[in-house]
């Protein structure tokens, strides 16, 4: 996930300082309101909800937002939505896989917002499972590097069910199965190591090398996917190297 990774994780920097902060802002307290409908307000009995708002609190939304979201989720408070998830599978630029995820309460709108994004940018949509089985499902911690070593990380994590620690360039990036994910992330907090964020992702088993011209494509289609207020997350199976990755944001 390597090039991957490092664009999402330049890319989050960026949203927070830019004009998508809105936006941004609006997908996490999705989050935290569809975790406290689906495990109930009780942050210690539900680490999704524990994890939604940690997110959240690490992009600077405000505490009342995050409160106002997790009693909306959990009916203490009126004007909930009632949030589905939808996957939706497709083919970008360069034959690259793409997973779209939508937290929606209008299933025909999330869906016509994602097939326009794709036909406008080179892609098109794919039948359900045709896409999805070049993923797996993961726990993903990201963790800012600060003055840790990627041993110091890995010290930290083995024991609690963690695969591998990759090295991001500003970050490192721990992989676990789904199901290990809060023990991994407790195991991180013991050892007083701070996270940027902790979830369940999907991963690709396999991925297609991107050349400039490529990654460009899928960056903006991405951007465009991301632009839907339907779309939560956007998981494809690229790889772009460091070279390309400096030519990129230049």
Not at 61 to 88: C, F, H, Q, W
Not at 209 to 216: S, T
């Amino acid at each position: 996930m390597s090039g991957h990774s490092k664009w999402a994780t330049t890319k989050h920097k960026k949203a927070v300082i830019d004009a998508k902060r809105g936006k941004l802002f609006a997908k996490l307290i999705k989050n935290i309101e569809v975790a406290a409908r689906m495990g109930g307000v009780d942050i210690e009995g539900n680490p999704t909800l524990y994890d939604a708002i940690q997110k959240a609190k690490k992009q600077s939304v405000p505490n009342k937002n995050i409160d106002s979201a997790v009693k909306r989720g959990g009916g203490l408070e009126a004007g909930g939505a009632d949030y589905e998830t939808i996957m939706y599978e497709g083919y970008g630029p360069n034959g690259v896989a793409v997973l779209i995820e939508c937290l929606t309460d209008n299933r025909n709108r999330a869906a016509s917002d994602v097939r326009v994004a794709m036909t406008r940018n080179g892609g098109n949509m794919a039948d359900p499972g045709s896409v999805s089985y070049l993923f797996n499902r993961k726990g993903v911690i990201i963790v800012p590097k600060g003055e840790l070593t990627e041993d110091d990380v890995l010290g930290a994590v083995l024991d609690a069910g963690a695969e591998e620690v990759n090295d991001l360039g500003e970050s490192f990036e721990v992989l676990s199965e789904a199901t290990d994910l809060v023990a991994v992330r407790t195991a991180l907090q013991e050892a007083g190591i701070d996270y940027d964020s902790a979830e369940a992702n999907f991963v690709p088993t396999m991925q297609v090398e991107l050349d400039e011209e490529g990654a460009k494509k899928i960056f903006k289609l991405i951007d465009a996917l991301e632009d839907s207020d339907d779309v939560q997350n956007v998981f494809a199976n690229f790889d772009v190297s460091d070279e390309v990755m400096e030519k990129v944001d230049a």
